[in-house]
Structures are given as C-alpha cells and as structure tokens.
C-alpha cells in the first residue's frame, strides 16, 4: 500500500500567523514544527498547531494543492479552516496512522 501525501495548515493560534505545508509523514513533520527543528517562518512566529490538513494519493496532486492554497488569500485559507474545524481544535490526534 502507497503511503499517501498530506496538505496542512498550521498556525499560532486561532486566527493568528499561518503556515502551509506538504509532506509524506504528517506525524514527524508536525514534530518537527512543535521541536523548532524547522526553521524560518514557524519557529520565528512559534506556529505548531495543525489545524486542518488532507490527504492526496499522489505527490503531484498534493503539490497542486499545497501551491494552490499558498497563492489564496489568508481570509481563504481561515475560511477552509473555519469549515473543518469551527473550533480551531488541534487535529493531530485525527492523523490517520
């Protein structure tokens, strides 16, 4: 069985800095955001909750995806949020093993 690839959304807080990613390993790569291991962007604005994330069959959809949502606008991206997860609750527990 393929492993699949994931689009996520992390943030500071409700409503606060933003952050959008892709990877094969949601689980390490969500660990590696809250150790500060990444550097740039996340560690400087201490953005480590994942928000909404989903999941693609291939690298090339994820990678279509994960650059569309980088060009939308922040109230875009708060919206999808919003969707998902009226409550900005933490959903690294809901990473599918």
């Known amino acids: 069985m393929r492993m699949p690839y994931f689009v996520y959304i992390l943030g500071s807080r409700p409503g606060g800095a933003l952050y959008v990613g892709m990877t094969n390993d949601l689980r390490k790569r969500v660990a590696q955001h809250r150790a500060r291991s990444v550097k740039g962007h996340t560690a400087r604005y201490n953005v480590h909750t994942l928000y909404w994330f989903e999941m693609h069959d291939t690298l090339e959809a994820a990678l279509r995806r994960e650059k569309a ?13 919003r969707r998902t997860n009226p409550t900005w609750r933490d959903v690294a527990s809901d990473i599918p093993l």
Request: no cysteine; net charge positive.
């Open 69 to 81: 949502i980088k060009r939308w606008h922040r109230a875009w991206k708060i919206d999808l949020i």
